[in-house]
């Protein structure tokens, strides 16, 4: 019980294996379309965050 938060994030910050191309890191961030596919991985920047965010779910709108 008591894991402290930083032990809880470190368990995230690890490897990932896929069959075709083996291990690969994982991810600070991602964007998951509503069918399953990723349509974007982020290292810590937003970059290309918008785009993919306009192509998936359209232009902004007001609340």
């Not at 032990?7 to 964007?31: H, N």
């Not at 399953?36 to 709108?61: E, N, R």
């Amino acid at each position: 019980m008591g894991k402290s938060r930083e032990a809880d994030r470190r368990k995230f910050e690890a490897c990932a294996s896929f069959p075709a191309i083996g291990m690969v890191q994982t991810p600070a961030a991602g964007l998951t379309r509503p069918d399953g596919h990723v349509a974007w991985v982020g290292d810590g920047t937003t970059k290309g965050l918008a785009d993919a965010l306009f192509t998936w779910f359209g232009p902004p709108t007001s609340a």
